[in-house]
């Protein structure tokens, strides 16, 4: 084995948590530092540091940093370190998260989240609803920090993306036709635009111009919808139906029957195994691959418009770990 | 939350409506008449129980009337103070009427209605309680917006009838905006197994917390939206920190299962400090943070800022005092039992004066539901409780009066002092 000099990589052998390593592994400590510094009754420090454990897999702030990085490279070259301020992007996307999921975990009274008990289990839900104002409040705080009115307006739009996918997750009563529309536009709102736009933020911290800020914003928005249409999938492999996604939209084109169940939410009694025995005779399952594929493909080409580097590549290997958790 | 707005949503929530107009006035003066009959179509909600909502704190019929012994004074300081700023809340508000998640809720709150979820509760306070009214909090700060002037503007930023700026309107939206949130997510249920052993009771909590968190989080997100657009990061950094504030206000002391607040043993020693870090926390951060807030953008130096924050910090904490007051006070229609707040002034200043008290209060430790109520009521009474609460209420009254004091003779200043005056009337 000959030594592997920086950039002579072959691509898939780039690892972007390795190649961000000393970036990412102050992140959780640094939040929960944050959190704890703007509180001073502990259980709130609790339960608004729970999910900041270290535990998770950090997906926003890796792709906020890569995203960060390979723009600082394409655009300064060298002399490109990680500015403070793209590193509090990657830190409050991770923060903006958890709060939604801890908003989550009260709606949906979740028992497990990340292997061990949800927030709602172990604390008083007013408070768990509290904590997760607290984060938010925490974040917007962090934002304005960074005194680029342009950053905040680009991550207030997540929050309220947020929000309104959270209400299209409510209604169902939609025709067939626009359900495929409306399930692309709720998984926009509730996944890709907090990637996407806090990506576009590093960008613009960088300095980049309106088009270099697009690219940004098109890579994560694709990276994005791909991971949540690979979650969707997964989840429809372990029988978690209930809601309507890909491959039950997909299968409903060849089985209509499947219409009534998606509008009764899988309710009755059987609605889950039929579902899950259209949707497997149906093309449903591969349709969702092909269409989480094509996105990938989309990241990966708005990616190539970048300078070549080691970031610039992690960029393009993150789009195989999204696509491989389906194997 | 905009007076236009809860008259509608009133409409919505209480009223069986097949057609809704509204009237409103811009701006610029000319009128613009909005129908919502398409979206609100078919909302068919009745009115649920009336007595659900007489709590200690309220004493508004479910018609909405205000009780008889509502001195007009109040009303009146409020009414014309509207006037000076022109309708205290900006056109933009109507927007929310028109968004789909708003409808949306308007629908799912009819689901509710007939079950237990303290939402509906929390939902027709806004609407009634006049005296602890949204308005009036976007009304303070358009008021002394009004009451500062402002520095080194463009024509184009200002409302030159009402006399504040734009962005100050939006301000004082986004005020009542936070704090209308911050009460709907306090009116959730902690759901705890064995609550609710019935399913379908079950059921119906855990969908009506779904719908106040999300509602709650719709118009926390709005605030910051709202905000970012201001272009002005000191003032996000300022009003983000009022809505961790109001937050972390929700961990203070001993709570009951359902997150109520009991007075702890080790807070009594000074019952004053105790209360006011309550109650900077739950109300006199936002105020003062967007009084102050609005002076900022006004372009006043930080001195100026500072009285700002003074001002509405001591008149939410004046306001919290004549509100912890009412069920105490005489010819106030306090219903027998009815529960109050059991971290009001009156009851902390008794607890320190006589912490025999605690044995009665320590019966709430699982639900203040189990504490007698009259007999705290009655002992409190023959106290010192009430004569000290006052006493708090006066000092925080004069201290927001003073600051008016900085400030140039004009109307905005008269009708702030009014409502000053009116308050310790009531």
Request: include cysteine.
């Amino acid at each position: 084995m000959h030594t592997q000099q920086p950039g002579s990589l072959p691509d898939y052998r780039v690892d972007p948590y390795r190649l961000l390593e000393d970036d990412l592994k102050d992140v959780y400590d640094d939040i929960r530092e944050e959190l704890r510094r703007n509180t001073m009754e502990p259980e709130l420090r609790t339960i608004a540091t729970y999910y900041f454990d270290g535990q998770g897999k950090a997906l926003r702030p890796m792709v906020a940093i890569l995203m960060a990085r390979a723009i600082n490279y394409h655009m300064y070259k060298e002399k490109s370190g990680l500015l403070a301020s793209q590193r509090q992007v990657a830190m409050i996307a991770e923060m903006i998260h958890s709060a939604s999921l801890i908003h989550d975990d009260v709606v949906d009274q979740a028992d497990f989240r990340r292997g061990k008990p949800s927030v709602n289990v172990l604390w008083n839900h007013k408070k768990v609803a509290m904590a997760g104002d607290f984060i938010l409040a925490v974040a917007s705080m962090m934002i304005s920090r960074l005194q680029d009115d342009d950053v905040t307006i680009t991550l207030s739009q997540v929050v309220t993306d947020l929000v309104q996918g959270e209400f299209m997750q409510l209604g169902s009563k939609e025709t067939e036709n626009e359900r495929f529309a409306h399930y692309l536009t709720k998984t926009y709102r509730k996944t890709a635009s907090l990637i996407a736009n806090s990506i576009k933020a590093t960008a613009m911290l960088a300095g980049a111009d309106e088009t270099l800020a697009e690219v940004a914003f098109q890579y994560g928005r694709n990276v994005g919808l791909a991971f949540q249409l690979v979650d969707d999938l997964l989840d429809f492999v372990d029988l978690k139906l209930g809601l309507a996604t890909a491959p039950v939209l997909f299968a409903c084109e060849r089985y209509p029957e499947l219409n009534p169940m998606i509008m009764r939410r899988f309710q009755e009694p059987g609605d889950v195994e039929r579902a899950f025995e259209l949707v497997h005779k149906s093309h449903g399952l591969e349709q969702t691959q092909f269409l989480a594929r094509k996105h990938c493909i989309e990241a990966v080409r708005q990616a190539s418009s970048l300078t070549d580097s080691p970031y610039q590549k992690g960029l393009q290997v993150v789009t195989d770990l999204v696509i491989n958790r389906m194997k | 939350m905009s007076s236009v707005c809860l008259n509608i949503y009133n409409k919505i929530l209480l009223r069986n409506v097949s057609y809704i107009s509204c009237t409103v006035r811009k701006q610029s003066g000319y009128v613009l008449s909005v129908t919502l009959t398409k979206k609100y179509a078919g909302i068919d909600i009745t009115q649920s129980n009336p007595r659900e909502f007489c709590t200690g704190r309220n004493r508004y019929s479910a018609a909405g009337k205000l009780a008889q012994n509502q001195k007009p004074d109040w009303n009146k300081a409020v009414s014309e103070a509207e006037k000076i700023v022109g309708y205290p809340t900006s056109f933009l508000s109507l927007r929310w009427l028109l968004s789909d998640e708003i409808a949306n809720v308007a629908l799912h709150l009819r689901k509710l209605v007939g079950s237990n979820h303290p939402l509906l509760k929390t939902a027709k306070s806004l609407l009634y309680n006049g005296r602890n009214n949204m308005q009036a909090w976007g009304l303070i700060v358009l008021l002394i917006s009004k009451a500062a002037g402002h520095l080194n503007v463009e024509d184009m930023e200002e409302d030159k009838a009402a006399g504040v700026l734009h962005s100050q309107r939006a301000l004082a939206e986004v005020t009542e905006m936070i704090r209308t949130s911050h009460l709907v997510h306090k009116g959730m249920v902690n759901i705890y197994p064995g609550l609710y052993p019935e399913p379908a009771i079950l059921n119906d909590m855990t969908f009506g917390n779904k719908i106040a968190l999300l509602s709650g989080d719709y118009l926390l997100a709005n605030s910051c939206t709202e905000l970012a657009g201001l272009r002005n990061q000191d003032l996000v950094e300022l009003m983000s920190s009022a809505i961790r504030d109001l937050a972390e206000g929700e961990f203070v002391g001993r709570r009951d299962q359902q997150n109520n607040p009991l007075p702890s043993p080790d807070g009594v020693s000074d019952a004053a400090e105790d209360w006011t870090l309550r109650n900077v926390l739950s109300a006199g951060s936002l105020l003062g943070k967007s009084c102050q807030g609005t002076l900022k953008l006004a372009g006043h130096g930080t001195e100026l800022q500072e009285q700002g924050y003074k001002f509405g910090k001591h008149l939410a904490l004046a306001w919290q005092a004549c509100l912890d007051l009412e069920p105490f006070i005489a010819g106030s229609q306090y219903v027998s039992g009815s529960v109050f707040n059991l971290t009001s002034a009156p009851v902390l200043f008794h607890l320190e004066h006589d912490p025999n008290l605690f044995s009665e209060i320590d019966k709430g430790a699982e639900s203040v539901q189990n504490v007698d109520y009259d007999k705290v009521h009655s002992i409190v009474s023959k106290g010192p409780g009430i004569s000290q609460t006052k006493q708090l209420q006066k000092k925080h009254s004069q201290k927001a009066m003073e600051v008016l004091q900085v400030f140039q003779e004009s109307d905005a200043r008269t009708a702030l002092s009014n409502i000053i005056v009116a308050m310790g009337d009531l």
